[in-house]
């Protein structure tokens, strides 16, 4: 094998070094010149090929890497993922798969993922993934690799920060892509709704049940599906799920037999998991389970060099929605959208430009984001010298800071208000508040209302 691929690259130019065990690789990986690529097998003498990706790891962080096998296991390949390898290639494989990876892994371009700031792709359903910044070209980075590894993946993140537009882009990078994607909100239907959603149901398995209904389980067979809030899921419908994972086997509510399905699980919380474990809101078996690879993405707000790029994206796709004219993004507005910390993420850029487009009017959005009109008394007033004055900018902050955080207290008064008045059904409570329901998980998360009332509980 040594001998066949620096025959094989040197065919193709490229300088090639062999060497015949890990212990080699690392000894030659201390001095220079360092190579701009490592081709590392798995199965080696004296050390194995994932133990050799952490020697190297640990002395050369930067080097690129890629892992030959001729065993094909997910779990090695998650491992050599998570230590850093760049790709997985198992053998045999033809020359093409080798110039592919190389491709990707040397250039030009890197793919989709290193097209230069402002990489669009398209996923259907009019969702995009954008990466304008090293923080996503490092999610799609991860992405790519685990795409093509059939294990299921754990998605992390704050609510509206893309989770969906992760998991379609992983569907479109695996070997499943041509099969179906869905998606189920594990929050949005009732424990009884939402098992026969996910698994189906026979004839007089409930009232009104006249006919069969094969569930998404069944619907995605071949393809992937997104449990979505699978935090909310509750514990009875968990452990089925646990069974869905181990034994790729379930029955329909009112079954008798079960039925065997071939699908790629993808989970997506805005909770924090940890949390809801030691909260025993969620099965540490299912956890384990799904977090064969976990994703995190990170909120708008760490990634404000997106923030141009996304703005034009969305007004470009509602101008042409809404059959009108795309409106510019004037240097005020743009540093007023750059400073704006973004608490809902995607959704709430992409909520502010749909209203800029509709309303047309630069002051009122402007007003949205906190941003003082010109000559306005909120302006941060100057010095006698014609500079900035500090203590004025601070003032005009902590005004804005003070009407926000009054602004929060009413909204949480109004949301614990109606809690109480519907005994705690946040179902009620979000139709009574005229939001939706995952709304109101989110505003209760964001100020706390949960927490309040149990500290409340223990100090009676």
């Not at 065990?21 to 080696?44: E, F, K, N, T």
């Not at 003498?45 to 094909?72: H, N, Q, Y």
Request: proline share 6%.
């Amino acid at each position: 094998m040594l001998r066949y691929l620096g025959t094989l690259l040197a065919v193709d130019s490229y300088q090639v070094e062999t060497v015949s065990s890990g212990r080699q690789a690392v000894d030659r990986l201390q001095h220079d010149p360092l190579p701009d690529l490592v081709l590392l097998d798995v199965l080696m003498p004296e050390i194995d090929g994932l133990e050799t990706l952490e020697r190297i790891r640990a002395l050369r962080p930067e080097l690129k890497v890629v892992m030959l096998s001729c065993v094909s296991e997910p779990r090695k390949i998650v491992q050599a993922i998570r230590l850093g390898a760049c790709d997985y290639i198992t053998k045999p494989f033809e020359k093409a798969e080798l110039d592919s990876a190389l491709l990707r892994v040397l250039g030009p371009g890197l793919e989709s993922v290193e097209k230069g700031a402002g990489a669009v792709e398209e996923l259907g359903d009019d969702r995009y993934f954008i990466a304008a910044g090293k923080a996503m070209q490092a999610v799609h980075a991860q992405v790519s690799r685990v795409a093509a590894v059939d294990v299921p993946v754990l998605i992390l993140g704050e609510s509206g920060s893309g989770k969906e537009v992760i998991a379609r882009l992983i569907h479109k990078l695996s070997p499943r892509a041509r099969g179906g994607f869905l998606k189920v909100n594990c929050a949005a239907l009732p424990s009884e709704l939402l098992e026969s959603e996910l698994f189906g149901y026979e004839p007089g398995a409930f009232t009104g049940a006249t006919r069969s209904k094969p569930g998404k389980f069944e619907l995605s067979n071949r393809g992937t599906i997104l449990l979505d809030e699978i935090a909310e899921m509750p514990p009875a419908l968990q452990a089925k799920l646990l069974q869905v994972l181990q034994d790729r086997q379930f029955s329909r509510l009112g079954g008798r037999t079960n039925i065997t399905v071939d699908v790629r699980i993808l989970a997506a919380t805005n909770v924090n998991i940890k949390q809801a474990l030691a909260d025993g809101r969620f099965r540490s078996d299912l956890y384990y389970r799904l977090n064969a690879f976990t994703l995190t993405l990170p909120p708008l707000r760490q990634r404000q060099e997106e923030i141009p790029l996304l703005l034009r994206h969305f007004m470009a796709r509602f101008a042409a929605r809404y059959a009108r004219a795309s409106l510019p993004f004037s240097p005020r507005l743009m540093e007023a959208c750059l400073g704006y910390s973004w608490p809902g993420n995607l959704r709430e850029l992409e909520n502010f430009v749909k209203r800029y487009l509709i309303l047309g009017d630069e002051e009122l959005v402007l007003g949205d984001l906190g941003a003082p009109a010109p000559g306005s008394a909120a302006a941060p007033p100057s010095d006698p010298l014609g500079g900035p004055n500090p203590a004025g900018e601070r003032a005009a902050r902590g005004l804005r800071s003070m009407v926000r955080s009054l602004t929060g207290e009413a909204e949480a008064e109004a949301i614990a208000r109606a809690l109480e008045a519907t005994q705690w059904s946040r179902k009620r409570a979000a139709r009574l508040l005229q939001i939706s329901y995952k709304a109101l998980l989110y505003k209760m998360r964001q100020y706390g209302i949960g927490e309040r009332v149990a500290s409340a509980r223990n100090s009676e």
